[in-house]
C-alpha cells in the first residue's frame, strides 16, 4: 500500500487484508496508526511525522530515516530485526522483537527506551546501555526493561 497528499493522520488498525508494505510519500502526515496489521515493511518518507503507532503485528523492517521529527516509535510485539532511528526520538518502545542490536547514539533527547524480550547479544546489549547511562547522566533517562 503506498500513500501520497495531504494525510495528516492515517488510522489502519486491525487490518487482516493482503497488504504486506506500507509506504507514504508525502508532508503532511503527522500521526501512523498501523496496529495489529500483517505489514512486514514499513517505509516513510514523511518529514512531519512525529507518532508511530505499529504494535502487535508482523513488522520485520522500519525505514524512518527520512523522519527527521520523529518522536515517539510503538513498534513492540512484532518480529523487528532491524532498526535505524530517528535524532528527535523521545520515546521507543521495541520490545519482543527480534533485535540484535540497536543504535541510539543520534537519538540526544531520548528518554523512554523498552528493549526486553529481544535477542541482544552481551556486547551490542553493553554497548547500548554504557552509551545511554553515560549520555543520558541528565537524571532524565528513564532505565532500560
Same mark, same amino acid.
Given at each position: 500500500?503506498?500513500?501520497?497528499?495531504?494525510?495528516?493522520?492515517?488510522?489502519?488498525?486491525?487490518?487482516?487484508?493482503?497488504?504486506?508494505?506500507?509506504?507514504?510519500?508525502?508532508?503532511?502526515?503527522?500521526?501512523?496508526?498501523?496496529?495489529?496489521?500483517?505489514?512486514?515493511?514499513?517505509?516513510?518518507?514523511?518529514?512531519?511525522?512525529?507518532?508511530?503507532? !505499529?504494535? #502487535?503485528?508482523? %513488522?520485520?523492517?522500519? =525505514? &524512518?530515516? $527520512?523522519?527527521? /521529527?520523529?518522536? *515517539?516509535? @510503538? !513498534?513492540? #510485539?512484532?518480529? %523487528?530485526?532491524?532498526? =535505524? &532511528?530517528? $535524532?528527535?526520538? /523521545?520515546?521507543? *518502545?521495541? @520490545?519482543?522483537?527480534?533485535?540484535?542490536?540497536?543504535?541510539?547514539?543520534?537519538?540526544?533527547?531520548?528518554?523512554?527506551? *523498552?528493549? @526486553?524480550?529481544?535477542?541482544?547479544?552481551?556486547?551490542?546489549?553493553?554497548?547500548?546501555?554504557?552509551?545511554?547511562?553515560?549520555?543520558?547522566?541528565?537524571?532524565?533517562?528513564?532505565?532500560?526493561?
Amino acid at each position: 500500500m503506498t500513500i501520497y497528499g495531504n494525510v495528516q493522520r492515517f488510522f489502519c488498525d486491525s487490518n487482516e487484508s493482503s497488504v504486506t508494505g506500507f509506504e507514504y510519500h508525502g508532508t503532511c502526515l503527522n500521526q501512523l496508526y498501523l496496529r495489529k496489521n500483517n505489514i512486514d515493511t514499513l517505509v516513510l518518507d514523511a518529514p512531519n511525522l512525529y507518532q508511530i503507532n !505499529a504494535e #502487535n503485528g508482523t %513488522l520485520k523492517y522500519v =525505514d &524512518v530515516t $527520512k523522519c527527521p /521529527y520523529l518522536t *515517539y516509535l @510503538y !513498534a513492540y #510485539n512484532n518480529e %523487528l530485526t532491524h532498526l =535505524d &532511528v530517528s $535524532k528527535k526520538l /523521545y520515546g521507543l *518502545y521495541v @520490545y519482543n522483537n527480534k533485535l540484535s542490536y540497536l543504535d541510539v547514539a543520534n537519538c540526544t533527547n531520548i528518554r523512554y527506551v *523498552y528493549i @526486553y524480550n529481544n535477542p541482544f547479544t552481551a556486547e551490542a546489549y553493553n554497548d547500548l546501555m554504557c552509551y545511554l547511562n553515560k549520555n543520558r547522566s541528565d537524571g532524565n533517562f528513564r532505565p532500560l526493561y
